[in-house]
């Protein structure tokens, strides 16, 4: 890191016919730092969190200056589908940080 350079990541929350109480924000906003903190400088993590009446479906995008990762889950509980989502994301990250420390790129596309 330079010096006198502060790390740049920001994190945006999207609810989408869901009215959150603030345990729900907490818990979401919580899981996502923890996330985010795992990540490298210079990252925007945006999380969409959408009521599809019988299930819930989270969506995390994650951008860097170079690249952008995308991640989904599904599930009848807002956890589990933030898990599942959580859990593919760091998995990409892990190809991706490999991909950076070994000079070959990864692209992620998003259909």
Do not use: H
């Not at 945006?12 to 603030?22: A, D, F, K, R, W």
């Not at 959408?50 to 952008?68: K, M, P, T």
């Not at 956890?79 to 490999?98: C, K, N």
């Amino acid at each position: 890191m330079e010096r006198g350079k502060i790390p740049n990541k920001n994190m945006t929350l999207v609810y989408q016919n869901i009215e959150p109480n603030l345990e729900l924000k907490l818990f979401v906003s919580g899981q996502l730092t923890f996330l985010l903190e795992k990540c490298p400088n210079n990252c925007n993590l945006t999380a969409k969190i959408v009521d599809l009446d019988d299930r819930y479906l989270v969506q995390l995008n994650l951008a860097s200056e170079r690249d952008l990762l995308f991640a989904t889950g599904e599930d009848e509980v807002i956890a589990s589908a933030l898990d599942s989502a959580i859990t593919d994301l760091t998995a990409q990250m892990r190809y991706w940080e490999r991909g950076q420390n070994y000079g070959t790129t990864v692209d992620f596309e998003v259909f």
